[in-house]
């Protein structure tokens, strides 16, 4: 289909290119990796790498949850690295049964299970299990020196940001359920909302053994492309959020048009996987216009792999519109900033066909 409006408004932004002239599938893996060292350099930071070993052990014996349709269990992570040991908890809501089940990993603003950002039984009925990370275990989500959690242990000279210690954090709990024989591990989706949602792309472009990314209400260096953006803008962001980034993005201040980079590329670092972007009518903060225009703009990647990429009509969206027809999605649902059970079975709506 050809997209004569959309693409108009994606000239006129004048994107960095994703891909070189004359690309050729072989080129990706390659690619892909420049893609993720210029949002890692511009942006985030560098998150530590892996680590050199894992331990876990589960706090308390998985006890019966949802009356009886699945478990739920509190795992302690224990990671070495180079700096030393540190230790994390998560939640393993695993439905009971016939496994292996697909799941998520879901970064969340609480600990608790369920909670209103994380409807778990409705996740289990439909056959999923959820492992869902707190992030202030990991990282304090405020300004703290860069002194507490995993931040407190590494080197404070070119720190990396706390969106990169918080989708590193996710990466971990991968790591422990691909040795679970109850989930299946190549169908592993990461999700957050808002400022997780822009920590979930990150974490899917980091670690391609996400089979799916899923940013909800991203916004503003998460999912929206910063070119022309409304609502927030990195002026803002790296005002209010200094500790989220890396110490060299502010440079970019009102400077969006002359960044040798965008969110496209982060976005496109999900190729040729599934990604998926949720917004909300009333989020005009996080801009669902320009959070829809990434879709557009990264869809020629997943095409030049031979995927079917995102597929749209030829205008920006209208509340209610859900374009699943091809391995990039987008929603535009009514109401304001959250990410409530519409959103959630939406994505799975994606991923019981998808996956
Ligand atoms: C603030 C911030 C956003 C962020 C949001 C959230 O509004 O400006 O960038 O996404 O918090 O995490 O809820």
């Given at each position: 289909?050809?997209?004569?409006?959309?693409?108009?408004i994606?000239?006129d932004?004048?994107?960095p290119?994703?891909l070189p002239?004359g690309?050729?599938?072989?080129?990706?893996?390659a690619?892909?990796?420049?893609?993720v060292?210029?949002?890692?350099?511009?942006?985030?930071?560098?998150p530590?790498?892996?680590?050199l070993?894992?331990?876990?052990?589960?706090?308390?014996?998985p006890?019966?949850?949802?009356?009886?349709?699945?478990?739920l269990?509190t795992?302690?992570?224990?990671?070495?690295?180079?700096?030393?040991?540190?230790t994390?908890p998560f939640k393993?809501?695993?439905?009971t049964?016939?496994g292996?089940y697909?799941?998520f990993?879901?970064?969340?603003?609480?600990p608790?299970?369920?909670?209103?950002?994380l409807?778990?039984e409705?996740?289990i009925?439909?056959?999923?299990?959820?492992?869902?990370?707190?992030y202030?275990?990991?990282?304090?989500d405020?300004?703290?020196?860069f002194e507490?959690?995993l931040a407190?242990m590494?080197?404070k000279?070119d720190r990396?940001g706390?969106?990169g210690?918080?989708?590193?954090?996710a990466s971990r709990?991968?790591?422990?359920?691909?040795?679970?024989?109850?989930?299946?591990g190549e169908k592993a989706?990461?999700?957050?909302?808002?400022?997780?949602?822009?920590?979930a792309l990150?974490?899917?472009?980091?670690?391609e053994?996400?089979a799916?990314?899923i940013s909800?209400?991203s916004g503003?260096s998460?999912?929206?492309?910063?070119r022309?953006?409304?609502?927030?803008?990195?002026?803002?962001?790296?005002?209010?959020?200094?500790?989220?980034?890396?110490?060299?993005?502010?440079?970019?201040t009102?400077?969006?048009?002359?960044?040798?980079?965008?969110q496209?590329?982060?976005?496109?670092?999900a190729?040729p996987?599934?990604l998926?972007?949720?917004?909300?009518e009333q989020?005009?903060w996080?801009?669902?216009?320009?959070e829809y225009?990434?879709?557009?703009?990264?869809s020629?990647?997943?095409?030049?792999?031979?995927?079917?990429?995102?597929?749209?009509?030829?205008?920006?969206p209208?509340?209610?519109d859900?374009?699943?027809?091809?391995?990039v999605?987008y929603?535009l649902r009514?109401?304001s900033?959250?990410i409530c059970?519409?959103d959630w079975?939406?994505y799975?709506?994606?991923?019981d066909?998808?996956?």
């Amino acid at each position: 289909m050809k997209h004569p409006v959309i693409d108009k408004i994606l000239s006129d932004l004048r994107l960095p290119a994703i891909l070189p002239e004359g690309f050729d599938a072989a080129q990706w893996p390659a690619r892909r990796a420049e893609l993720v060292e210029i949002m890692k350099k511009e942006v985030y930071g560098y998150p530590p790498e892996k680590p050199l070993s894992m331990t876990f052990e589960s706090e308390t014996a998985p006890i019966n949850y949802c009356a009886g349709k699945a478990t739920l269990e509190t795992v302690t992570l224990t990671v070495t690295l180079p700096q030393g040991k540190f230790t994390f908890p998560f939640k393993a809501s695993v439905p009971t049964g016939e496994g292996p089940y697909p799941f998520f990993v879901f970064i969340n603003f609480r600990p608790d299970v369920p909670d209103r950002y994380l409807p778990s039984e409705e996740i289990i009925d439909r056959g999923y299990a959820v492992l869902s990370l707190y992030y202030n275990d990991v990282a304090f989500d405020g300004e703290d020196g860069f002194e507490g959690g995993l931040a407190g242990m590494l080197p404070k000279e070119d720190r990396c940001g706390k969106i990169g210690l918080w989708a590193w954090a996710a990466s971990r709990v991968l790591d422990w359920a691909l040795d679970d024989p109850r989930l299946d591990g190549e169908k592993a989706a990461v999700i957050g909302h808002s400022r997780l949602g822009k920590t979930a792309l990150l974490a899917g472009a980091l670690d391609e053994r996400f089979a799916a990314v899923i940013s909800n209400d991203s916004g503003c260096s998460g999912a929206a492309i910063s070119r022309n953006k409304a609502g927030e803008r990195i002026e803002t962001i790296t005002r209010v959020f200094p500790y989220w980034f890396n110490e060299s993005y502010p440079q970019y201040t009102d400077l969006e048009r002359e960044m040798p980079f965008d969110q496209h590329f982060l976005l496109a670092a999900a190729a040729p996987r599934i990604l998926l972007v949720g917004s909300a009518e009333q989020d005009l903060w996080a801009d669902p216009n320009s959070e829809y225009l990434t879709c557009c703009a990264v869809s020629h990647v997943w095409e030049a792999l031979g995927e079917k990429g995102f597929v749209h009509p030829d205008r920006l969206p209208v509340p209610g519109d859900t374009f699943h027809g091809g391995k990039v999605g987008y929603h535009l649902r009514h109401g304001s900033h959250a990410i409530c059970r519409d959103d959630w079975n939406r994505y799975m709506d994606f991923l019981d066909k998808a996956l």
